[in-house]
């Protein structure tokens, strides 16, 4: 069964830090993977997503994911990041047909130190 | 301008009442989808939609019925509500079905049930 664990429930890091969100995946077939972020009291943005190709992929506000296919990895770095980041981090997986539905991982909850 | 809407925002009901939440898009997308938001952050698909027509529909209990009158809109309408169904519903649509599309997501309509 497909699934994706997000192994850490909350993060917090100092501005200009570098980050890094850890992500697992489980599926059967090649994974399309996600990575969405949820502001406070707001809908989920697409930060990025990885379908096949150069397995480290380039994203909105900084950030990018590199595919671990060995370690059914899929994790998020960001190289400083800014107050405005902090919010809840999503992972994902899907499978590509039209049936297919998207697994959403627990989140991460990312604060940011002063 | 909103692309993907949904109305009301907050949605405080008692047990057993019978409420709608809407969903509109204007970004001209052929699917759309609802999701629930439980209080842990998990996320979860409930439906999705492609031309008006039902394309996943998860196992929900049958007190929850979409409806698409068309491809811009797609309505959840909850009977006999419970104390479990609160939460935050997400709608999100996309340019076709399949998780390879970006979905994009609505603000969210909280729902409390007391």
């Known amino acids: 069964a497909q699934s994706v664990t997000q192994p850490d429930i909350h993060i917090t890091v100092s501005e200009g830090a570098s980050l890094e969100l850890r992500c697992n995946y489980s599926?059967?077939?090649?994974?399309?993977l996600f990575w969405y972020v949820q502001s406070p009291g707001q809908g989920l943005q697409l930060l990025l997503k990885y379908f096949s190709g150069d397995t480290l992929v380039q994203g909105i506000k900084g950030f990018e994911a590199e595919f671990k296919r060995s370690q059914s990895s899929f994790n998020l770095r960001k190289p400083s990041v800014h107050w405005s980041d902090a919010a809840e981090y999503f992972c994902?997986?899907?499978?590509?047909?039209?049936?297919?539905?998207?697994?959403f991982g627990s989140g991460t909850r990312l604060s940011i130190r002063p | 301008d909103t692309a993907v809407s949904q109305t009301p925002k907050y949605l405080v009901t008692q047990m057993g009442n019978d409420k709608s939440i809407k969903c509109e898009q204007n970004l001209g997308h052929d699917t759309m989808y609802w999701y629930k938001q439980d209080s842990k952050k998990f996320l979860k698909i409930m439906f999705s939609y492609n031309n008006k027509e039902l394309i996943i529909n998860e196992t929900v209990p049958n007190r929850f019925s979409p409806k698409s009158p068309d491809k811009a809109h797609l309505n959840l309408h909850i009977n006999s509500l419970e104390l479990g169904d609160s939460a935050v519903y997400f709608c999100?649509?996309?340019?076709?079905?399949?998780?390879?599309?970006?979905?994009?997501f609505g603000p969210g309509t909280r729902l409390l049930v007391l």
């Open positions: 999100a649509s996309s340019y076709s079905s399949g998780t390879s599309e970006t979905q994009y």
């Open positions: 994902a997986v899907g499978g590509g047909s039209s049936a297919s539905k998207i697994i």
């Open positions: 599926y059967g077939a090649t994974p399309y």
